[in-house]
């Protein structure tokens, strides 16, 4: 689902090199973009809440260290940069009808390229994930991959700054932004799952080691 929503959005994203097919994107889209905004937003709700018990369960099990504080730090200008996109895009919608052309490409192209110097931040939160797993091996090797899969998409995010056109540019880029949007996609679709095990198999030893210490 989430590989075919991305292939979806690049094929009708405009590229960054010029501002009339941005207008047709509008034009012909527009009620689309209003539901990918809204449905973006509400995602923040569920965001915040995976970052507070991400960063509970990395704390419990990392005790005092540096990569609870890298995961949390990065994800944390993630979610800030990417709340600014929505809201550059959401003037560019909103306003449509109201501005020419040349304001209207320079909102919907600053909405992705905003994005692109913070490719080191999602780096640094998937290189301090598998650090952590060498130290704790507290995640499974599916999570662990999909890390190392995010490490390289979210390096292609640096394109955006370099081009307007082609796999590099932010705007429908496949490298640019394609490989970010799937790695995300991947990582926020397998945490929750993992969570639920995590925290039912300590919730199993909490119980296990109660029942001990009660035994005669």
């Not at 941005?22 to 509400?42: E, I, K, M, P, Q």
């Not at 994800?75 to 020419?100: C, K, P, Q, S, Y």
Request: net charge neutral.
């Amino acid at each position: 689902m989430v590989i075919v929503a991305t292939l979806l959005a690049l094929s009708v994203f405009p590229d960054a090199s010029a501002r009339n097919p941005v207008r047709d994107f509008y034009n012909h889209w527009s009620a689309w973009v209003l539901f990918g905004l809204v449905a973006l937003t509400v995602f923040f709700f569920g965001q915040i809440w995976s970052l507070g018990w991400l960063t509970a369960a990395i704390r419990r099990v990392e005790g005092i260290g540096p990569y609870t504080w890298i995961t949390f730090g990065a994800e944390l200008m993630f979610m800030t940069v990417f709340n600014v996109e929505i809201g550059v895009w959401a003037t560019a919608h909103l306003l449509a009808d109201r501005i020419g052309d040349e304001a209207l490409y320079v909102l919907h192209v600053a909405g992705f390229v905003i994005a692109a110097p913070v490719a080191f931040a999602g780096m640094a939160y998937f290189v301090a994930i598998i650090a952590l797993q060498r130290a704790t091996s507290m995640f499974p090797t599916y999570l662990v991959v999909i890390a190392a899969a995010a490490v390289v998409g979210n390096l292609g995010a640096i394109g955006g700054l370099f081009t307007v056109s082609g796999p590099l540019n932010a705007a429908n880029g496949a490298i640019a932004i394609g490989g970010p949007m799937l790695v995300w996609s991947l990582w926020y679709g397998a945490l929750p799952g993992w969570y639920v095990r995590h925290r039912a198999a300590r919730e199993e030893r909490a119980h296990a080691t109660n029942a001990a210490q009660v035994l005669p």
